[in-house]
């Protein structure tokens, strides 16, 4: 596979004691296709600093743990150096025990191990667009003093308050003649509106600031061939306005410029869906009423991915019919969840591409929707409170009306949820009989959250929440009590040492089993052994 045009060529390091580690990862992808142009390898920290030294490294991809030098040790030594490198680390357990020092060392990903390819793939895309970005940056530079200078915050003023209706129009005449903006009555121009959203389950390290630089960026670059920021509005988050004087342009190049300019984001904004707004030819004196319609559109619009729409052009009027939607409530009940949502995105797909569907279409189907929904949880006997409250549903049932992306995620989140319920209701004594169990056997031995959650296929926290709602007290202050329990029946029945019985009971220090059996009993262990 070749690279990607305007990736930039990297080399990378990949460093772990297990030599044959080394060689899957360095055999699992293919890094030419993310501008790898060199695979380094080395097996410590000695010889990872000895490849930093001779090569231009831009990627570490280290393990943590590792006998002669840790991969801590190895990103202390890279930010002493100063070296421009993009850190991931690898680390055998799945809780990220090190996140303060990895933040200190700008580390941008960890990986588990054993890593899996597409993990790899996903975090060597994210550090290449942090690199290709600081690229960008640093080609920028030459217009920083441009940006940040009085002429261009004076001309973004003057459009807010224009757009705002914040001053009377012969004031801001005056004021346009000192900036180089025409203000004529029936000087032209074409507003263009771009709204951003990112994309579900496509994690990026950059930060809104920074796309909405590169949206900047890119629209100047097509439209106007160098920067002008002077001429963008950031009008609400995701959401900035271009300002392009006509001269001799039609509206049908105006559609094509879009078009180009959704393609150079879709090439380096990969993670982000991006679409453009436009009305036709607009008089300077009516320039506030062609915005407004714009920002009318984008919020009636519920695609939002990736396309140009004409504002006067494209706007139709959508009458919302209530389909027949107890099949799909019930189906997510039924365990059908996969069919459920397939069948809604197709049926939401229609009415907005076909029927031009608007937000207000959507609002009216998540009402819908959520009517038939309270009366199969009605017949059930299921509160909803049980299902909808959580912090993640609230979110999701706030965004859905804003697009069908965001609807068919709030109906994901739901069948989520009602998924976790019947589980926690169906399973959860057993899960927990089992989990009891297996502690007790294993007191003795090293056990972990993350090992118990495995063995009932949960995630740590939920199990954690579900094991105290149904015991009464946390999954660790369970294991103190049945370790405390066994150290007493082995204390009273056995001339065994203190230390044995510590460490048979899974606490190879002696001062903390000590402080922990006090804390339990009110004696120490030998006090409780005389008594």
Not at 162 to 168: T, V
Not at 250 to 264: A, G, Q
Not at 403 to 426: H, P, T
């Amino acid at each position: 596979m070749k690279r990607k045009e305007g990736t930039p060529v990297m080399n990378i390091l990949i460093v772990d004691d297990e030599k044959l580690a080394v060689e899957v990862i360095k055999n699992m992808i293919q890094w030419e296709s993310y501008g790898i142009e060199e695979v380094y390898t080395a097996y410590s920290m000695k010889q990872a600093v000895e490849a930093m030294e001779r090569h231009q490294i831009s990627i570490l991809l280290c393990d943590i743990e590792m006998p002669k030098g840790s991969g801590l040790e190895v990103a202390a030594w890279i930010q002493e150096q100063k070296l421009d490198i993009k850190i991931i680390f690898l680390t055998s357990h799945a809780v990220f025990q090190y996140a303060s020092q990895a933040i200190k060392y700008g580390v941008s990903d960890y990986l588990l191990k054993p890593v899996v390819p597409e993990e790899l793939e996903q975090a060597i895309q994210l550090a290449s667009e942090k690199i290709q970005l600081h690229k960008q940056i640093e080609q920028n530079e030459k217009y920083a003093s441009y940006w940040n200078s009085g002429k261009t915050i004076m001309q973004q003023d003057f459009w807010k308050s224009y757009l705002s209706g914040g001053k009377e129009y012969k004031n801001l005449q005056s004021m346009s003649k000192k900036i180089d903006i025409d203000a004529e009555p029936g000087t032209v121009y074409y507003p263009i509106l771009l709204y951003w959203s990112r994309k579900k389950n496509r994690g990026t390290v950059w930060d809104d600031e920074i796309i909405e630089f590169s949206i900047r960026n890119i629209v100047s670059e097509v439209l106007f061939g160098k920067m002008q920021n002077g001429n963008f509005v950031l009008l609400r988050n995701n959401c900035i306005l271009a300002v392009y004087p006509m001269q001799k342009e039609t509206r049908l190049w105006m559609r094509e410029k879009c078009k180009m300019m959704l393609d150079r984001c879709g090439e380096y904004l990969s993670f982000c869906n991006i679409s453009c707004y436009v009305t036709g030819d607009t008089p300077f004196e009516k320039l506030k009423e062609a915005v407004d319609m714009l920002i009318e559109t984008e919020e009636e619009d519920i695609l939002k991915e990736n396309r140009v729409i004409m504002a006067q052009q494209d706007k139709e009027v959508f009458k919302y019919q209530k389909p027949d939607m107890e099949p799909w409530v019930n189906g997510l009940f039924d365990k059908n969840q996969s069919k459920v949502l397939k069948e809604i995105q197709r049926y939401l797909e229609e009415v907005g591409v076909v029927y031009h569907a608007d937000s207000k279409s959507l609002g009216q189907f998540q009402h819908d929707f959520l009517q038939e929904l309270y009366i199969v949880l009605e017949r059930k006997g299921i509160y909803a409170h049980s299902v909808l409250s959580s912090p993640q549903m609230l979110e999701s049932f706030n965004r859905a009306s804003r697009s069908i992306a965001d609807m068919v995620n709030w109906v994901s989140d739901l069948s989520d949820s009602l998924v976790q319920y019947d589980y926690k209701k169906e399973k959860t004594p057993d899960m927990i009989k089992e989990i009891k169990v297996f502690i007790e056997e294993n007191s003795g031995e090293e056990i972990s959250r993350n090992d118990l959650a495995a063995k009932v296929f949960l995630h740590p926290d939920y199990l954690s929440r579900i094991f105290k709602e149904q015991m009464g007290m946390s999954l660790s202050d369970f294991i103190i009590q049945v370790r405390i329990d066994k150290a007493k029946v082995l204390l009273q029945k056995t001339d065994d040492r203190i230390s044995d019985i510590s460490a048979k009971v899974g606490y190879p220090n002696t001062a903390y089993f000590t402080k922990l059996f006090k804390r339990a009993t009110g004696m120490t262990p030998k006090e409780f052994r005389k008594a």
